[in-house]
């Protein structure tokens, strides 16, 4: 008896020991591969996802396949990322909030904003007192100097701002706007305000007969209109325009200006503050069109468009991650030094996440009140709609790819001479002041003949078998 006891242990020791040690070296990789994956572990795993699909966009500004930046390999040769700049920031923001080895401060600290800016402003700090930073500073493009010197900065005050209410247009309502177009624009741009306002950005009531007349009805919403701006630098300029600004916004009622230096790589920041101007007076707003001021909006299609996307079953989970837009997928960095999205691999290193362009994107309201409180852990960055894709990608909502948003213009000039191409779209990018003003007459005049079209859909598939077309533009 006792010395089958005794072996029984033996057995038990033999067995169980393997076993514990096992077990705890288990635990410990697990540990060391949460970490290792919290920073930019899902952009990596959906740009795979999509180079296995094949569809291989380049971002616009990178025109030189020999200027793209090697792919990265497996998730664990993602270490050398670590060492660019803004990498290096995120992970360590990542790490405070992952809700494995953090759960307590996820819960806790999500509502308090003040938490997160100074997790933010921290690892700041920690990161740009290492030398090794500080020698490569020295020798980045100016504009990127600027903007790491800057980019733990939000708290700009506001300027000029409409009066209390979320943008023009707002008298009379007798429900909840439908939309408000959030333009991004710069002070010297009056041009294009004016043009937009004339045109497709009027504010107030929208309204179209549906298209099967036989049932009768009328679709629309009430339409609201910003225009997002920073500060030109008067040094720089000359003359100071921002008395000029002050009566536009007391005329129009539709001027949100901060005081931060309007470049390029600030855009990012009229995201961020336009989405906390939003959380805090737009309330009741449905959907956001936000773009630039050469664009062109067919708003009648977008009101339709809306309308039955409200009309959908389970509306109401959907918008929660309602965006729509020209989706750019794998794209990387721009390595070409003279281009205006350069970003040296110092900076930033692996593929940016699937994003939608920024010349025209729609989202729901109650998505950009989540951006909002989600881009306060995501540290800026200089490229606007690619940050936003950043934010998506942590709120695990992604972007939908919609043929009739063209931020590249027509595909073919073919396609845009139709007489009804502008009758297909929701958002066509580039157009002139000019152009906007003839767009908008002729579509009053092609409305009848064009009432029948449908928004566009994909190239691709719609003449898949036809020969490319090769007519040179007229211009
Ligand atoms: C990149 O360049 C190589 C040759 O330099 C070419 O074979 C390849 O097709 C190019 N890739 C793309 C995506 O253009
Ligand atoms: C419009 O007409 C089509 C058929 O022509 C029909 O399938 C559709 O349900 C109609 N829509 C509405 C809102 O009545
Ligand atoms: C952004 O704006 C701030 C505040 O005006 C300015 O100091 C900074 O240089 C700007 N950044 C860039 C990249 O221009
Ligand atoms: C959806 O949300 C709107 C506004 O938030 C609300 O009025 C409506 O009742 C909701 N619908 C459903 C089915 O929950
Ligand atoms: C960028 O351009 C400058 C001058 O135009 C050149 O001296 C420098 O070597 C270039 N840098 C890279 C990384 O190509």
Redesign the pocket.
């Known amino acids: 008896m006792a010395r089958c006891y005794c072996r029984l242990r033996r057995v038990l020791l033999c067995v169980c020991t393997p076993c514990i040690l096992l077990f705890t070296f288990f635990l410990y990789i697990s540990v060391m591969m949460c970490m290792t994956m919290t920073g930019s572990a899902s952009p990596v795993v959906m740009g795979t996802a999509l180079i296995r699909e094949n569809t291989h966009f380049v971002a616009p500004g990178t025109y030189s396949n020999k200027s793209f930046a090697p792919y990265p390999q497996t998730f664990w040769g993602m270490d050398p990322h670590r060492k660019a700049f803004w990498n290096q920031l995120q992970l360590a923001v990542d790490r405070v909030f992952n809700p494995i080895l953090r759960p307590y401060t996820v819960h806790k600290g999500y509502e308090e904003s003040l938490s997160h800016q100074s997790v933010v402003k921290q690892h700041f700090s920690e990161v740009i007192d290492l030398d090794s930073t500080k020698k490569e500073f020295k020798k980045l493009p100016q504009q990127i100097q600027d903007f790491m010197s800057h980019m733990h900065r939000r708290d700009y005050p506001v300027l000029n701002q409409p009066n209390g209410v979320c943008g023009a247009g707002a008298k009379h309502e007798k429900e909840p706007p439908l939309l408000l177009l959030a333009i991004k624009t710069s002070e010297l741009n009056f041009k294009n305000r004016q043009a937009i306002r004339k045109t497709w950005g009027q504010a107030g009531w929208v309204s179209r007969q549906?298209?099967?007349s036989?049932?009768g009805g009328e679709t629309g919403g009430y339409v609201r209109r910003v225009f997002l701006l920073g500060k030109e630098d008067t040094e720089d300029l000359g003359v100071d325009v921002s008395k000029l600004l002050q009566l536009e916004s007391e005329k129009y009622g539709d001027i949100l200006q901060w005081d931060f230096k309007d470049t390029f790589f600030n855009l990012t920041l009229k995201d961020v503050l336009f989405w906390s101007w939003f959380s805090r007076f737009c309330g009741h707003t449905r959907f956001v069109l936000k773009g630039d001021d050469d664009v062109f909006v067919n708003t009648l299609n977008m009101i339709t468009f809306l309308q039955d996307q409200l009309n959908k079953p389970k509306a109401n989970e959907t918008l929660q991650e309602f965006m729509f837009g020209e989706v750019i997928g794998a794209a990387l960095p721009s390595r070409v030094n003279k281009s205006k999205y350069f970003i040296p691999d110092s900076f930033y290193k692996g593929l940016y996440p699937v994003y939608a362009g920024g010349g025209g994107v729609l989202y729901s309201g109650l998505l950009a009140k989540r951006l909002h409180i989600i881009s306060k852990r995501v540290h800026l960055y200089p490229i606007d709609d690619v940050y936003v894709g950043m934010c998506m990608v942590r709120l695990n909502a992604h972007p939908v790819h919609h043929p009739a948003f063209l931020t590249f213009d027509f595909p073919s000039p073919k396609e845009e001479e139709e007489t009804c191409s502008y009758h297909t779209i929701l958002v066509v990018h580039k157009r002139s002041p000019d152009q906007l003003i003839k767009l908008w007459a002729d579509m009053k005049n092609t409305q009848r003949q064009c009432g029948h079209v449908t928004l566009r859909v994909d190239e691709k598939k719609k003449d898949k078998d036809k020969p490319p077309v090769t007519v040179a533009s007229p211009q």
């Open positions: 549906r298209r099967n036989s049932t």
